[in-house]
Nanobody, 125 residues
Framework: QVQLVESGGGLVQAGGSLRLSCEASGRSLSNYGMGWFRQPPGKEREFVAAISSSGDSTYYADSEGRFIISRDNAKNTVYLQMNRLKPEDTAVYYC???????????????????WGQGTQVTVSS
């Protein structure tokens, strides 16, 4: 079992930055592909970014260039650096861990075996 805990969310003005963290316990994250998803108010969960166990990253089109996903296996933590935030980035952000798709976790939420409880990000205009 892998337990994931997100942190770093909060209220920020448009144009600002936040860094989200997803800390794992129970198992080493080095064997997992990791992803960040978000759920805006009243909408479905959507893909933000993913990083494979070897460090290759993929991004949702609107995230690329503004967000950076990274991982520190020694700290068992994955990060999402979010820059130039927009009000439409307001959402609950979740991290997920995928063992079987660790080489290419991507945007398919069903390949993620474990999820955190989420952290709220609110961007004011």
């Amino acid at each position: 079992q892998v337990q994931l805990v997100e942190s770093g969310g909060g209220l920020v003005q448009a144009g600002g930055s936040l860094r989200l963290s997803c800390e794992a316990s129970g198992r080493s994250l080095s064997n997992y592909g990791m992803g960040w998803f978000r759920q805006p108010p009243g909408k479905e969960r959507e893909f933000v970014a993913a990083i494979s166990s070897s460090g290759d990253s993929t991004y949702y089109a609107d995230s690329e260039g503004r967000f950076i996903i990274s991982r520190d296996n020694a700290k068992n933590t994955v990060y999402l650096q979010m820059n130039r935030l927009k009000p439409e980035d307001t959402a609950v952000y979740y991290c997920g861990a995928s063992f079987y798709s660790r080489d290419n976790p991507g945007s398919r939420s069903y390949v993620y075996d474990y999820w955190g409880q989420g952290t709220q990000v609110t961007v004011s205009s």
